[in-house]
């Protein structure tokens, strides 16, 4: 089977809880969170400009 990793911070599969498919990347479930908290920090209001929010750097790759 394929490994699959997360699109966003680019963990294994076998490192995370779940991992949510999309039509062409996908999410883990800690990803998800801090998404969901990005979110909660600070509420657009309508009209607001678009924030850019601080994302987690991506993990560096294991070395060979």
Request: with cysteine.
């Amino acid at each position: 089977m394929k490994s699959l990793r997360c699109s966003f911070c680019g963990k294994h599969q076998d490192d995370v809880k779940k991992l949510v498919a999309g039509a062409k990347a996908f999410i883990c479930n800690e990803c998800v969170a801090v998404a969901d908290r990005i979110m909660k920090e600070a509420p657009d209001q309508p009209g607001d400009e678009p924030k850019p929010a601080s994302w987690p750097a991506p993990p560096k790759p294991p070395r060979s």
